[in-house]
């Protein structure tokens, strides 16, 4: 999916860029869509929900593999994923479909295949977007903030020593 269709996803389901509606949370909270994804993913991984609806407008998994930690978000805006590869006195890093490392990278990413779930890379979360959420300003909006967490973190520029 091009980012324009996933601009016009964002303008769709918030209603409006500059007067956004965040009733689509609740919603998902309660409909659950990955429902059967999250069961997939803790039957083999060690998985720990991680979602904050006070700032989350996705769903976030904190997941334990055998190559390490990783985070899972899924959109309640749309059938997008973000999967962070944590690295330890760095920032994390973007997993792409291409760019999964061992056997259980491989496995979420497949699992979100499976799902028809589109796992976005940097460049695309990067992107910005006039978007009026809480705590960033519109001109500094990023397509990621629309999509899964807005904070002002950005977890692949922020180093843990910054904090």
Known sequence: MTS???RRRIERVYGSLDHPA???VGAALESRPYAALRERLAARLDLRDDTRPDDDVSFGFVIETREGRRVLRLSMVGPYALLLRIVTGAPAEVVSA???LGADEARIVAELARDGI???DRATLDERIPLAVW???PDETRLYQALFVDSDVIPWEWFPSQS
């Open 22 to 24: 965040f009733h689509f």
């Open 98 to 100: 291409g760019s999964a």
């Open 4 to 6: 324009d269709a996933i």
């Open 118 to 120: 589109e796992l976005l």
């Open 135 to 137: 705590s960033t300003p």
